[in-house]
């Protein structure tokens, strides 16, 4: 290994004296079709997400995004006292009613993620890292790493395919991990001012350990390797650590459900909650307990929101479970089908367990085209669960792989989706999807350890939002109108003042203000 850090410490020094001036940049845009355009970047352009500095006492500023021509267009605007215009709508603002605590927003270094930006230049690729995770970008503050392959690996793999090596003897990570995940995470980290919050998550045990002997279709880790199962996660949280990457979450098992269903076509394991809460309770918690690792939060469930309340409910009612678990992780594929409000009657049954959005995409669907280049219905369709999550006790909310090529791969299962950034290998350009700015409008105003706090929409026809107080004592509210016409806004705050503006038509817009 030594090599290799060697050869990580001379690419990022090399890289560091590349650093361009920090000069507010503008999108290049390029349309397709009718919807909406994509910002183009490459080694020697991208553009900036706008800084909100020090405002003045009465003093805001507008952040719009809109599927005619804007992406994050900068308003000054000033508060007018308390003013009653009859042609706005109203919004008020009251910051005496808190709620959640926000953790962040982020994506997933998947093996898919890494081998993507690694098609692009190295400045290219410093572009990439920065647009995410830099103070020029959205400031990502969370990402989610798989503990071996998921589909958006281009082979199915386990690190033991040592079929009987009980004492995990050869386990080892894969060259994935040395290309495609520990480099780019350690670089993202080195342009990020904060820690990023890291959170792991296996797709499947090795096929040994498996009822079905297969890492997909329906099957199940065998009892007699729980222990094993458990020892085999730890050991990945020491191999991350030798890079000095450490891990701030863990889920047991991405979509434990998915394992149930007869032909699943990639990367799986089944568990009933019964079976979780063994898993967690008897070896998980206790293993990462006496390894050191105890810090690592348990995230249960992992999966769609329509699980809720019966299976994160039964893990959390079985005695040797509960004290091991932080939280539980809700995957957005079935919302469509289950309303936000099961978020909130979990919360309220279990107020001392937090609910993070740990896995969206777009382009999922069997009728819909995997990647849709600058579709604006998709940064509607993200702001929109954003908010809805939001306001329904959720504190943050992760997309899935942080970057895929033009036909949304690669993934060995052929399960092709749409992701925020799509990188063009034979241009050395990468595309800034609405999903892009869809998740800055969040990620880059409100930072960790904002709360929620009260909003009142009069006119809540295709017009959703969500308001903070940062942690600097600023507030930050965002606002989506789906409809097709410029509205006049008047926003109420009690303890500021009155802001008149425009939402224009088909709009995401994030009002900071001092
Ligand atoms: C990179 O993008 C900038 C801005 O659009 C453009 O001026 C420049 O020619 C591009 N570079 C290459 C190599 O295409
Ligand atoms: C907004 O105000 C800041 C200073 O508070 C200034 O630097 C910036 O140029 C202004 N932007 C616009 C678009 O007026
Ligand atoms: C470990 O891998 C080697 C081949 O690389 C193999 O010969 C050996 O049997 C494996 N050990 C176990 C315990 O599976
Ligand atoms: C959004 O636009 C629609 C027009 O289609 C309008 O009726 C609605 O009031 C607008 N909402 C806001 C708050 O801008």
Not at 175 to 190: L, T
Not at 471 to 485: F, H, Q
Request: aromatic content about 14%.
């Amino acid at each position: 290994m030594a090599s290799f850090n060697f050869f990580c410490t001379i690419f990022l020094v090399s890289i560091l004296v590349y650093r361009a001036v920090v000069v507010a940049k503008d999108c290049i845009p390029r349309h397709y079709g009718k919807s909406s355009f994509v910002c183009v970047c490459n080694a020697t352009y991208c553009d900036d997400s706008p800084m909100v500095g020090d405002l003045a006492a009465g003093q805001a500023t507008l952040i719009s995004s809109t599927k005619a021509d804007a992406r994050f267009r900068i308003t000054n605007l000033t508060f007018v006292g308390f003013s009653n215009s009859l042609l706005a709508n109203q919004i008020f603002i009251d910051p005496s009613v808190v709620y959640q605590k926000i953790i962040g927003f982020g994506g997933a270094f998947t093996d898919a993620a890494g081998i993507n930006i690694a098609k692009l230049s190295i400045l290219a690729q410093q572009n990439l890292l920065k647009s995410y995770f830099g103070s020029e970008g959205i400031e990502y503050g969370l990402g989610r790493v798989p503990i071996g392959g998921s589909d958006f690996s281009t082979w199915a793999y386990t690190y033991d395919d040592f079929p009987g090596d009980n004492n995990l003897a050869n386990f080892s990570l894969t060259r994935e991990d040395f290309f495609f995940k520990i480099p780019y995470i350690s670089w993202a980290q080195s342009f990020s001012v904060k820690p990023i919050k890291l959170l792991a998550s296996p797709w499947s045990a090795p096929a040994w350990m498996k009822s079905n002997g297969k890492l997909n279709g329906k099957g199940y880790l065998l009892q007699e390797y729980y222990q094993v199962w458990a020892e085999y996660i730890v050991r990945f949280f020491e191999e991350y650590k030798k890079h000095d990457l450490h891990f701030f979450a863990v889920t047991p098992q991405n979509e434990p459900a998915d394992g149930n269903i007869p032909d699943f076509p990639f990367n799986c394991m089944g568990w009933t909650p019964e079976q979780q809460a063994m898993f967690v309770g008897l070896n998980l918690g206790p293993t990462l307990e006496a390894s050191g690792f105890g810090s690592i939060k348990i995230l249960i469930m992992d999966d769609q929101r329509l699980l809720l309340p019966k299976w994160a409910e039964s893990v959390l009612s079985h005695p040797v479970a509960k004290k091991y678990v932080a939280g539980v992780g809700v995957h957005w594929y079935s919302d469509l089908f289950t309303p936000a409000a099961v978020l909130s009657n979990f919360h309220e049954k279990f107020p001392d367990h937090f609910i993070l959005a740990t896995e969206a995409c777009e382009g999922d669907k069997p009728w819909q085209p995997a990647v849709s280049l600058g579709s604006w219905e998709r940064l509607e369709s993200y702001a929109h669960n954003i908010i809805e999550d939001l306001n329904h006790w959720v504190t943050g909310w992760m997309d899935w792989n942080l970057a895929l090529d033009e036909g949304g791969g690669p993934n060995w299962a052929g399960n092709f989706v749409d992701s925020p950034i799509i990188v063009n290998k034979a241009r050395d350009e990468f595309y800034k999807q609405p999903m892009f700015y869809a998740l800055g409008h969040f990620s880059k105003y409100i930072p960790e350890d904002s709360v929620r706090i009260g909003i009142d929409l009069i006119d809540n026809s295709n017009f959703f939002g969500t308001a903070f107080k940062r942690p600097d004592g600023k507030r930050t509210v965002v606002l989506l109108n789906r409809s097709n016409e410029d509205k006049l806004i008047m926003l109420i705050d009690r303890e500021r003042g009155s802001l008149e503006f425009t939402c224009p038509a088909r709009s995401l817009n994030t009002v900071v203000y001092g």
